[in-house]
């Protein structure tokens, strides 16, 4: 693996472990952007928590990098509709531009984890 690779793999990691780790310390936030249709918020916001903390760990392992890359990608598109949600009816302290640049920033971190969802040596 290319140090750029090897860096852009740990920081990815550290990243999805923080935010879930964050889901789990300040449920507040994100209980706030669940759309009131979906049942269980706080079970949804501990589950995706905890997701991403497994997802982040097994992004370190090459033996479950691709499956944890790809378990990425599903995630940023389930919870997708959530960050649409809280940008369409100005949800929290954030303003709205904060909310649709996360949805920006939503599409960079799918190219991100879609680019380590090839095995190491593989490039696009």
């Known amino acids: 693996m290319h140090g750029i690779r090897r860096v852009s793999l740990w920081l990815m990691a550290a990243l ?3 935010a879930g780790f964050n889901h789990i310390a300040n449920p507040a936030f994100y209980l706030a ?4 249709e979906l049942p269980n918020p706080e079970w949804l916001n ?3 928590g905890l997701v991403e903390i497994v997802l982040g760990v097994f992004l370190l ?3 479950t990098r691709v499956f944890a890359a790809w378990g990425i990608v599903a ?4 919870v997708f509709p959530a960050n649409l949600y809280a940008a369409s009816h100005k949800l929290g302290t ?3 531009l904060v909310h649709y640049a996360r949805l920006a ?3 960079v ?5 879609w680019w380590h969802t090839r095995p190491d040596g593989e490039t696009a």
């Open 16 to 18: 999805y472990a923080f």
């Open 33 to 36: 952007i669940i759309p009131p």
């Open 46 to 48: 501990l589950g995706s």
């Open 61 to 63: 392992e090459p033996r």
């Open 75 to 78: 995630l940023l598109i389930a």
């Open 94 to 96: 954030d303003s709205a």
């Open 105 to 107: 920033f939503q599409l």
């Open 109 to 113: 971190f799918l190219a991100w984890a």
